[in-house]
């Protein structure tokens, strides 16, 4: 089965600047457009292996994962509220 970065999160993310993220795809627009590839980061890491995953899986627990990990990056980056 072939990824599908337009999977909806399990909620909408709001940023502070009122960016709202609804999928996966716009998750991952923003850790590209914030975090330079060299980053190390293992919280950022894991986000970025489980929304992966969402997208290939798209079961309803990988999605809630992949949320929940992006909403961590986003508030400890203080992107998000």
Do not use: C
């Not at 995953?53 to 994962?65: H, I, L, M, Q, S």
């Amino acid at each position: 089965m072939a990824a599908s970065w337009t999977r909806l999160l399990s909620r909408t993310l709001v940023l502070k600047d009122g960016t709202h993220l609804a999928t996966l795809h716009d998750v991952a627009k923003v850790f590209t457009r914030t975090f330079d590839n060299s980053v190390r980061w293992p919280t950022l890491d894991y986000a970025i292996e489980l929304l992966m995953k969402a997208a290939e899986t798209g079961t309803e627990e990988d999605v809630k994962a992949a949320t929940n990990q992006a909403a961590i990056v986003l508030r400890q980056r203080v992107l998000m509220r």
